[in-house]
């Protein structure tokens, strides 16, 4: 992509960012309204599908022939990795948005023909957005992200989602279990993206979680991708953008160290 082209979009994609923000944020001032969409710990609300409807306003207005693939299904149909989409999460971490009224955050990619070009994390109530255009370096606000250095696994905090506890058909739970003795510390936080983004901050040294949507991880691709970070599926293959995937994002000494210690002998 073109780099005039690409800061146009970059800095259209900020802002709109920064506003979905303050939607997000008036929204306090009145009732939600909260339906069930899988089962009862998976909610949507009115506000995820207003910010989501906002994006692809602006979106569609401006950028004809962009498409939009979003978590609540306001988007385009039929998306490929073919020409210029956005991938967009407008709350990820719903259930916190709804339960705390923090720890979430809005979750903006763009990719062209399937490379990433732009990725955005804003964690909204703390006011922090993380934030990458691809080959230029990563961002907090302002200020660059470090490359991720090297770590032994006794001073690394690993964020786990609790979903990891259910039985699946590839991995046994109880994989992860000896690792909890080895690490520094478990978290769960409730956000992928705010999770994936702490990993490429260095605020946590990885990352595990079961089945994630595009919409979770695309930016959070990016972001890791800068810091010289690792994002791939459970087993440490390739991710595939377009489905769902187990995320394990990490700092690649961590990440290679779990791989082959804890996870790839264990593979059913
Ligand atoms: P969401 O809030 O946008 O749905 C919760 O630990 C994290 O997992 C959140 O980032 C949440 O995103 C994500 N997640 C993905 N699929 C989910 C599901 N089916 N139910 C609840 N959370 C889900
Ligand atoms: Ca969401």
């Not at 599908?49 to 149909?77: P, S």
């Not at 200020?143 to 001073?155: A, D, I, T, V, Y």
Request: include cysteine; hydrophobic fraction near 40%.
């Amino acid at each position: 992509m073109q780099q005039s082209k690409r800061e146009v979009l970059f800095n259209d994609a900020h802002l709109w960012v920064k506003e979905a923000g303050d939607i997000i944020k008036q929204s306090f001032i009145t009732e939600l309204n909260i339906q069930y969409k899988t089962n009862f710990s998976d909610l949507v609300t009115n506000v995820d599908k207003q910010v989501e409807q906002f994006f692809i306003n602006k979106i569609h207005t401006k950028y004809v022939g962009h498409r939009v693939l979003g978590e609540e299904g306001f988007g385009d149909k039929e998306i490929t990795t073919e020409g210029v989409i956005w991938i967009i999460d407008p709350i990820d971490g719903t259930t916190n948005f709804v339960n705390q009224q923090r720890h979430f955050a809005i979750s903006l990619a763009i990719y062209e023909d399937g490379i990433g070009q732009i990725g955005i994390i804003y964690d909204v109530m703390s006011d922090e957005m993380y934030h990458c255009r691809s080959g230029e370096g990563a961002y907090l606000n302002d200020r660059p992200l470090s490359k991720l250095e090297k770590k032994p696994l006794s001073q690394s905090l690993i964020g786990i989602n609790a979903s990891w506890l259910i039985k699946n058909r590839k991995i046994d739970p109880s994989v992860l279990t000896p690792l909890v003795n080895e690490v520094r510390g478990i978290r769960s936080y409730g956000s992928a993206a705010i999770e994936i983004a702490y990993v490429a901050s260095g605020r946590l040294d990885g990352y595990i979680s079961l089945r994630l949507s595009p919409w979770d991880f695309a930016a959070g691709k990016l972001l890791i991708d800068e810091v010289g970070g690792v994002l791939t599926k459970i087993d440490g293959e390739e991710i595939e953008l377009l489905k769902q995937n187990t995320i394990f994002a990490a700092n690649p000494s961590v990440h290679e160290k779990i791989l082959d210690t804890f996870i790839l002998p264990k593979l059913k």
